[in-house]
């Protein structure tokens, strides 16, 4: 036992409990965060990470791993009792089976234990025996993120900022036809409520998947195990000239705070807070493909989800935090096997570009930060086409529907300004290039012992998130 490790064991002591109880007080826990906007990844990037690190033949740029000194890796009970564990078995079926298909959407947050045996390294190993490591791996959707807001603000506040966001939005219409005509002052009723809190979700749906992403409540897009109850079933109307008790306006602010109180600060208590280290994942090509306002959006979705890592950016937050913070944030472009190899710098720039603003701000404020270009599970293979008289560096992969196609996504220009300058000035579409997209199936894969699934820079990507730790 090491010193290092006595002081790894207090300063993360109350995150510990569980590990206490079972007697593991010393046993270094990493909790990794993994977070990005639905449909970013998580879910494969955490089944692959994990069954990678059971299997370690394809993990060579993690120093542990290359040095031979992770003795076994094995999954743990996850010391928290009322987390849903994260389904990885389920998970790591459907990517290998014969068929392979692509895990269903979660919903809900979800943790995972992993136990690493260590030698340790460099001087330490002569005296030190090997000693247990514990990552916890923490699935969170980034829109929870996006719930911070709430907390600084009222639900007087939080209505008129909704409501003046909503105002002119084509995806608003039905919703804010519905609410001009409400009373506050009425007396409450729920299965007005009930319409309302449906009205606004619906909207905030659909301006989802139009490209918006200050769409806060969070929980209204992805409710969980919380779907109908009251800390739900709330909307932001109309400010009345009373606001008397038993009105209408008096229960919806009730329920803003029950969800502040009851929703929001429990997630950014209980799971936020204690995270060591990040990855955020972003569908940057997904974003491309869609043209320059989504890409636009996703700049600003992505300085809202960082402003949450920003010391001092909720005075509540910061009280529960007390100076502890995330170590080390990984930004993550995900997908990156729908392009070549040779344009993967590229796409590196272009998530650097995306995240410069929120950088800016504040630098995440001695956090080490890096961007990465990665593909949690390759679905293809890269194959050089000749075609009007130019190479095509193409990827080829299985369709959904079990055709194979070689495809040619596009060039991604040097200069990420290319696409982020027109993206900020409200172009329409991309001037130089069109950039496609495919949806390829997970590949049929032929492991041999001791190999995970293939991947691209995923242990660029451990390393540099808890290789430090190992
Ligand atoms: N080609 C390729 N596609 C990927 C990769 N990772 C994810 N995808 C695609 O992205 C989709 C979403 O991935 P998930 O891991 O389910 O994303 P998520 O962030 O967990 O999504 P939600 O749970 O819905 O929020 C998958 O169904 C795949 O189509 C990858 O490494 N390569
Ligand atoms: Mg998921």
């Known amino acids: ?29 990493v909790r990794l965060g993994v977070t990005g906007l639905s449909r970013a990844g ?45 389904d990885f078995e389920t998970h790591l079926a459907a990517l290998t089976a014969a068929q392979p298909r692509w895990p269903e959407s979660t919903r809900a947050v979800s943790q995972l234990r992993l136990s690493l045996r260590v030698r340790p390294a460099g001087l330490l190993a002569g005296i030190q025996g090997p000693r247990t490591i514990h990552l916890d791996i923490v699935d969170y959707p980034g829109e929870w993120l996006l719930d911070l807001e709430l907390l600084d603000l009222s639900y007087e506040d ?26 506050g002052d009425a007396k409450f009723e729920e299965p007005q409520a009930r319409q309302l809190a449906d009205g606004y979700a619906a909207y905030l749906q659909e301006a989802r998947e ?30 009345p000239a009373r606001g008397k008790r038993g009105s209408l306006w008096r229960e919806m602010e ?16 209980d799971h936020f807070s204690r995270i060591d280290r990040q ?50 944030i990984l930004f993550a472009a995900t ?43 390759r679905a293809t293979v890269e194959e050089t086409l000749g075609h009007g008289g130019r190479n095509l560096d193409c990827v080829r992969g299985t369709l959904l ?38 949806n390829f199936a997970p590949a049929a894969l032929r492991l041999k012992p001791g190999e995970g699934p293939p991947h691209i820079r995923l242990d660029r990507a451990a390393q540099f998130l808890f290789g430090d730790r190992l």
């Open 1 to 29: 036992m090491g010193l290092g490790d006595i002081a790894d064991g207090l300063s993360r002591g109350v995150e510990s409990i569980g590990s206490t109880v079972s007697g593991a007080f010393f046993e270094p826990v």
């Open 42 to 86: 998580k879910t494969v990037f955490i089944t692959s990470l994990v069954a990678n690190l059971l299997d370690r033949a394809r993990m060579p740029q993690l120093a542990a791993a290359s040095e031979g000194r992770i003795l076994t890796a094995y999954l743990q009970p996850q010391p928290d009792d009322t987390v849903p564990r994260f």
């Open 158 to 183: 939080w209505a008129s900022k909704a409501l003046h966001r909503a105002e002119g939005r084509s995806q608003a219409e039905a919703y804010m036809a519905l609410a001009r005509d409400i009373d």
């Open 210 to 239: 139009a490209g918006y992403s200050d769409c806060t409540p969070g929980r209204f897009l992805l409710p969980g195990e919380m779907a109908g109850s009251p800390a739900l079933t709330f909307a932001p109307i109309p400010k």
């Open 254 to 269: 009730r329920r803003y705070d029950a969800y502040t109180a009851r929703i929001v600060k429990p997630f950014f208590r």
């Open 279 to 328: 990855i955020v994942l972003v569908d940057a090509l997904g974003a491309i493909h869609a043209g320059p306002a989504a890409l636009d959006d996703l700049r600003r979705a992505m300085t809202d989800i960082l402003s949450a890592f920003r010391p001092g950016r909720n005075a509540w937050l910061s009280r529960l935090l007390l100076g502890q913070r995330v170590e080390k």
């Open 335 to 377: 997908k990156a096997d729908h392009l070549h190899h040779l344009q993967h710098p590229r796409l590196t720039h272009i998530m650097e570009a995306l995240v410069r603003d929120a950088k800016d701000r504040a630098d995440f404020a001695g956090a080490k930060t890096e961007s990465m270009a990665i593909a949690a599970l």
């Open 401 to 438: 529907d079990g055709r194979q196609a070689a495809f040619y996504p596009g060039e991604l220009p040097e200069d990420p300004q290319r696409l982020l300058g027109p993206a900020r000035e409200g172009a329409e579409t991309w001037l130089d290039e069109d950039y496609a997209i495919m």
